[in-house]
Structures are given as C-alpha cells and as structure tokens.
C-alpha cells in the first residue's frame, strides 16, 4: 500500500519561509517522479512544482518560480518543498503526489491526472 505523509505546513507572515516534506512508502520511490500540488477553497487543484525520479530535472508553476524549490532524498523516501517569500495568495492546502508511470522520460509532469497517489495535505497559511 503506497502512502504519502505530508509535514511542515503552518501559519507564517508575508515574507517568511516554510519547508514542506513528504515521506512516502509502499513502492520503490525512486523510481516516480514527484510533485507538489496545492488547492484553496472553490479553486481548482493547482499545480506547484514537480521533480522527475532521479532528481534530475525540475518543473514549477510560474507563480512560484524564483520562489519555491523542490528536491528529493530517495535514501530516506522523501521529497521537500522550500518556500520562500511567501505570499497571502500561496495560502492553501499542499498535497504531494506520486506519478503513476515509473521512470517517466522527459520534464515532470504538472497535470494531475499523471499523479496516481496522492497525501493528505498540510495547511499553509500565509498572513498579510
């Protein structure tokens, strides 16, 4: 049984930073890429960054872009989001996912249908 446990969401002030980790289990994690995605009440899921199995290449919304860096540490299954410079508008629910294709070729995916297992999310709260 995959599972993916998100940590470190929060409230923090405009400016400030957040790391978010996601520790997964339940299949041979580096072999998917992963991503992040986030989503606020009557919003669409929107995604946020992506970083393909090996490590090797990274994919980011334009709206965190400069902002936000995802990586990984497959020897202790986990992917983390480093948010910096937050912003009222990244105040959301923050959801990693795990693709559904092992060893995808090509930059991570962004679309969500590409995602076959999602976390339950950790609160992010960024206040004005």
């Known amino acids: 049984q995959v599972q993916l446990v998100e940590s470190g969401g929060g409230l923090v002030q405009t400016g400030g930073s957040l790391r978010l980790s996601c520790a997964g289990s339940?299949?041979?994690?580096?072999?998917?890429?992963m991503g992040w995605f986030r989503r606020t009440p009557g919003k669409e899921r929107e995604f946020v960054a992506a970083?393909?199995?090996?490590?090797?290449?990274?994919n980011y919304a334009d709206s965190v872009k400069g902002r936000f860096t995802i990586s990984r540490d497959n020897t202790k299954n986990t992917i983390y989001l480093q948010m910096n410079s937050l912003k009222p508008e990244d105040t959301a629910l923050y959801y990693c996912?795990?693709?559904?294709?092992?060893?995808?070729?090509?930059?991570?995916?962004?679309?969500?249908?590409?995602?076959?297992?999602w976390g339950q999310g950790t609160q992010v709260t960024v206040s004005s």
């Open positions: 996912a795990s693709d559904r294709r092992a060893m995808r070729l090509g930059l991570p995916s962004g679309l969500a249908a590409d995602y076959e297992y």
């Open positions: 970083i393909k199995w090996s490590g090797g290449s990274t």
């Open positions: 339940g299949r041979t994690f580096s072999s998917y890429g």
